[in-house]
Every structure is written in C-alpha cells, then in structure tokens.
C-alpha cells in the first residue's frame, strides 16, 4: 500500500487487525428507547479484542445536538480522535460521541463519521 499518512501502529504491531466494512442493517443511536438518529450508510469497525464500534456518517445527527468537547485520545492505528457531548432532551451526555478528522490512510473510510460504544452511558448504536 503506497500511503502518505500511515499508520505507525501497524510497523510496531504487524499482527495487528483493524476492519472497517459497511454495517448490514440500518444503524440507529438510542438514548433510552428513543431512536434519535437513524442511517443505512453505517460502518462497523472491528479492532482487535474490543467491542465492534459502528461509525455513521457526523450529517446523521443534527449539529444542534453535538458540541465540541477539548477531550482527545490517540491511536497509533487511527489516528487523533476528536470528542463531543450529546445534547438531547436537556440532557448532556459528555464525550459519548467521537469523531477521527483526519485519520490514519488505513482509516480513511471513517472520516466524517461518528462513533460511540453501546455501553456509553443512556446511549446506544443498535441494529434494527
């Protein structure tokens, strides 16, 4: 692969495994039972021994709803990864949505997306 950004977590860890491939169903975010957001256009990224993260397009939610957190965390597979609160119903959900700006070239397909686990808080991504 002839990449201008790459990864440096690969060179370290070769045996290391990070997927990202369209999600089958429609994706949706819950908060509680109520379904906020809703996509066809989901990703799921599955790295290592964590728990699959599914990434959807940042358009999916209003940006109303998302406001820029100064929290910030590094992967040496992805790259820096930007946070927001999610602001609903006057509740706030702080640093539950992430977001990689500028991944890693082995990352690209994430870019202008959004993720969250489905323990983070009251929030979750669930397949319909």
Excluded: R
């Amino acid at each position: 692969m002839n990449t201008s950004n790459p990864a440096p977590g690969f060179s370290k860890h070769p045996g290391y495994s990070v997927k990202i491939s369209e999600a089958d169903d429609n994706v949706g975010i819950t908060i509680g039972d109520e379904l906020i957001a809703q996509t066809s256009d989901a990703l799921v990224l599955k790295e290592g021994s964590y728990p699959d993260a599914y990434y959807l397009p940042k358009s999916t939610l209003p940006e109303s709803m998302l406001q820029p957190s100064d929290h910030k965390t590094y992967c040496p597979f992805k790259g820096e990864a930007s946070y927001y609160h999610l602001s609903h119903n006057g509740q706030v959900h702080e640093n539950a949505i992430w977001s990689y700006t500028a991944p890693f070239d082995e990352a690209l397909k994430i870019k202008d997306h959004i993720a969250i686990y489905p323990n983070v808080s009251k929030v979750a991504i669930a397949s319909e």
